[in-house]
């Protein structure tokens, strides 16, 4: 990466997106999982392009979205994926490719884990802060009635990997587009970063008010999911903070929702509402950050995990 960026002053291109969504992998897995998989150093891996294409492959299975209920209620696991392994649909293949490469790289893991800590090779205490081995220990020495079965421990491992991946590598290529796009805001920025110290402790991150600001801006103008999808479990009714009028010119103050039905969630239309952020809230201005946010975002009582925007979703179904 260090060789791009200087091979940059002559004038070549970097591919910013690839080293963001390198750094971000590399991030995710050493923080989530306590797993270096190399790819700042030696480049993509099988295992970096099944996360780079996960995504696309799964859209292209979305036609068959109303077999997935169905599919999900032939059998246990093992059943479902010699099934999937029949299906003629080379659309299928390829997602089940995807995911066997997700499996064998996250299963390799969980094994080296599991050894570690069984064999006492590790310090859990000093050296294994990673989230995986914190699960891992725990769900060791719980009763064995409460363990979670080695399906779902894989399961949550390459959950970790792709919710924290793809939408962080998006976002850090913003911040770097709308970086490269502001002079001005680069040289304040750049001013800040050069009187902190070198070595970043978490205390110091929150000395750096105006990069929070600008990643709080960017998170909240450019949502990496900007659509949500959920389906109502039950009949319910949702009111509106803000009536709209009906075709009929009659106010709407609440909106009736059946079972079953799905609703779709603009995140970020939620994080560019006139009514909460003001009437520049389509303006990338990361110093709304530093000043005192208007009553109207405090009062909207959004339910978002992180700064009073929808990005991360709300609720118990929230963005881990």
Not at 38 to 60: Q, R
Not at 123 to 147: C, P, Q, T, W
């Amino acid at each position: 990466m260090i060789e791009d960026i200087r091979r940059s002053s002559a004038g070549k291109e970097i591919d910013v997106l690839r080293w963001c969504s390198a750094t971000a992998l590399e991030l995710i897995g050493q923080a989530g999982l306590g797993h270096t998989f190399g790819v700042l150093e030696g480049g993509d891996s099988k295992y970096s392009h099944s996360i780079k294409n996960f995504l696309p492959a799964m859209t292209k299975v979305i036609p068959l979205r109303g077999l997935f209920p169905f599919f999900y209620n032939l059998g246990p696991a093992s059943l479902r994926r010699k099934l999937a392994d029949l299906a003629p649909l080379s659309a299928v293949q390829h997602l089940r490719e995807i995911i066997n490469v997700q499996d064998e790289q996250a299963r390799m893991i969980l094994d080296q884990k599991k050894d570690k800590l069984r064999s006492g090779k590790v310090d859990v205490e000093d050296e294994a802060h990673d989230i995986m081995s914190v699960l891992l220990k725990a769900n060791m020495e719980a009763d064995e009635k409460d363990r979670l079965p080695e399906d779902q421990l894989l399961g949550q491992m390459n959950t970790l990997i792709f919710a924290g991946h793809e939408t962080t590598s998006g976002a850090l290529a913003r911040i770097l587009q709308l970086l490269a796009m502001d002079l001005e805001m680069q040289d304040r920025l750049r001013t800040e970063l050069l009187e902190a110290p070198m070595q970043l402790t978490y205390d110091d991150l929150h000395n750096l008010p105006y990069l929070d600001a600008i990643c709080r801006e960017t998170l909240r103008l450019y949502p990496p999911a900007p659509l949500l999808e959920r389906v109502a479990l039950a009949d319910c009714t949702i009111p509106l903070r803000y009536p709209m009028k009906g075709k009929n010119g009659e106010e709407i103050r609440e909106i009736r929702v059946r079972k079953g039905t799905d609703v779709y969630i603009s995140l970020k239309e939620a994080n560019r509402a006139k009514e909460t952020w003001g009437q520049d809230a389509d303006v990338f201005r990361p110093e709304r950050w530093l000043e005192k946010l208007p009553d109207s975002v405090s009062e909207a009582k959004t339910s978002g995990v992180y700064s009073s925007m929808m990005t991360f979703s709300a609720g118990p179904r929230a963005c881990m």
